[in-house]
Structures are given as structure tokens and as C-alpha cells.
């Protein structure tokens, strides 16, 4: 099993989980912790389904610079056979988009299975297309943008301007993490890392909006603590994920910006709790956070990146 679960990065799946979850979590406003409907539940095995696919699709496109460069990995290697693996690949984004549709019905609004389009589409655009151009890492933040709304609007939302902030500020943060990952099978030019460090930073700076946007209105929507803790919190995180790659960009060599790069994905998870912290409080936060676990184990098992 372990080759499949590097393909398609097991560690990594927590991380989308978390989005779904999350986006589903802070338009809904669920402070008690209950059993969410099933329209939560469809959203993150949407969730789950493209972004396994959109990994071993990845592999599946790449099968010929992973020979050079990753000879390691499954399908070069032959641990797993490439027409198998282009497959299960097209299986699992099947399972995504029935997933989305399913969502759409059972939450009686048409937007799930429209998210679930687009994601679609991107991801293809991605793997084929988009990954070794300058468009990129744009397109990769979009997936993960849409894999945000694909939660929200699960729960009819998203139902307020600020809320827009989330999914274009992790799709920005997202778009930051692909650059600073873009050579990091060989040395990384340390004109991308800074351009990545700095587009990452952006990102949480937009996603902050969420909070930062109401309260310049005069209107604070937190749960359960003041705005200015939230976005003290908000900015002592952003100041650790950055400072691991202004760490790349000091030595670029493969292990440090690999580092950087898992450490940026896996605070994902900690940046979708803080902003259900915001929405719904902290019992959820540490239902959110508590994904950690899925990734931390899943990383003693086969890499993130």
C-alpha cells in the first residue's frame, strides 16, 4: 500500500479535508459541536476524491520527468503500473464530482455541483497543461480557492463579502507555496523563493480580511474573542510559515526548501482551525486542528511534497 499512499500523498489529503470542513464551518456558524449534515460530509469526500486525483493525474502527466528526476517514486519506479495508476486517477475524480453533485442536491442549491465543475477543470488544466508555465502556480491556488468554496457553499454560502476573503487569500497563499516548490527537486533560485515567501505573506494578509474588513466597518463577527487577539494570532503565524522560507531563500538546497515547502502545507490545517476559531469558536477550532494527527502520522509514512 505504500506506494499508494505516496502517490497519492496521504499526509497531504488532511489538508483538504480541512478546507471543506472548514469553508462549511465558517459560513454555517455552527459554534456546538454536533454531527454536521450530510451536505458538510459529502463536500470534504469531494474534497478528499479531487485531490487524490489531482495527485496521481500529476504523477500520471509527469511519468516522464520523474524518470530523470524522481526515479524513486512509484510510476517511475514501477511500484505502481502507469496505466493502473491514469485509472484509479480518473476513478477518484469521478468519485469527486459525484461527491460535489451530491452535495449540491442535498443541500438544495446548485453551486456544490458548479464548484465542483470548475475544480474539475482545473485540476485537468493543472496536471496537463498549466505546471510548467507561468500560469502555474495560479492555477494551482485556484484549486485550492475552489476546494474552500466547495465547503461554503455546501452551506449556501458564501453569504457576506468578507467572507470572499478566505478562499482568494489561501488561493494567493496557495499560488506562493507552488513557486517556492517549483525547483525543489534540484537547487531552487532564490528569485522564486523570495517571489513565493512574499506571495505567500500576501495571502494571509488577504485572508485576515475576514476579520479585519467587519471591524473596519465597525462590525466584529467573532465568536469568542476580540478581534485583535484573532489578528495578533493570525499574524504570529504568518510571521513562523514565512520565516521558513526566508530560511530557503538563505540556503536553497533541496532538504531546506522540501522543509519549507511541508511545513507551508501543513499549516494549512492550523490556518483553516484559527479561522473556524474566528467564525465558530474554539471547540470546532480543535476539531479542525485536530487533522494535524491525520498529517503528522502521515508523514512518518511517505513524504508531503
Not at 164 to 181: E, N
Not at 261 to 279: F, R
Amino acid at each position: 500500500m505504500l506506494p499508494w499512499l505516496r502517490l497519492v500523498r496521504l499526509p497531504n489529503l488532511a489538508t483538504a479535508a480541512a478546507d471543506s470542513l472548514a469553508g462549511y464551518l465558517v459560513v454555517s456558524g455552527l459554534q456546538a459541536v454536533q454531527w454536521p449534515p450530510a451536505a458538510c460530509w459529502l463536500a470534504v469526500l469531494a474534497s478528499l476524491g479531487f485531490y487524490a486525483a489531482g495527485m496521481v493525474l500529476n504523477d500520471v502527466y509527469d511519468v516522464a520527468i520523474d524518470r530523470a528526476e524522481r526515479p524513486e517514486r512509484p510510476l517511475p519506479s514501477g511500484a505502481i503500473p502507469l496505466p493502473q495508476a491514469a485509472a484509479v486517477g480518473n476513478v477518484l475524480m469521478a468519485v469527486g464530482a459525484t461527491a460535489a453533485c451530491s452535495a449540491a442536491l442535498v443541500a438544495n442549491t446548485p453551486w456544490p455541483a458548479f464548484v465542483g465543475a470548475a475544480l474539475t477543470a482545473a485540476i485537468w488544466l493543472y496536471d496537463r497543461h498549466a505546471k510548467a508555465t507561468s500560469l502555474g502556480p495560479a492555477v494551482m491556488g485556484t484549486c485550492r480557492g475552489l476546494n474552500w468554496l466547495l465547503g461554503m457553499t455546501a452551506a449556501g454560502g458564501p453569504t457576506a463579502t468578507h467572507q470572499w476573503a478566505i478562499p482568494l487569500g489561501m488561493a494567493v497563499y496557495v499560488a506562493g507555496i507552488t513557486l517556492v516548490a517549483r525547483d525543489e527537486a534540484g537547487h531552487s533560485r532564490r528569485g522564486m523563493l523570495v517571489a513565493g515567501a512574499v506571495t505567500m505573506a500576501a495571502g494571509l494578509a488577504v485572508a485576515a480580511g475576514f476579520v479585519w474588513l467587519p471591524l473596519r466597518d465597525g462590525v466584529v463577527r467573532l465568536a469568542t474573542l476580540p478581534a485583535s487577539t484573532w489578528l495578533l494570532l493570525w499574524s504570529i503565524l504568518t510571521v513562523s510559515i514565512v520565516l521558513r522560507a526566508v530560511q530557503a531563500v538563505a540556503n536553497p538546497s533541496a532538504p531546506r526548501v522540501r522543509a519549507a515547502v511541508g511545513n507551508a502545507i501543513m499549516a494549512i490545517i492550523t490556518l483553516d482551525a484559527v479561522l473556524v476559531l474566528a467564525a465558530c469558536g474554539e471547540r470546532w477550532a480543535v476539531v479542525v486542528i485536530c487533522l494535524l494527527a491525520w498529517f503528522v502520522l502521515g508523514r512518518r509514512l511517505v513524504p508531503p511534497t
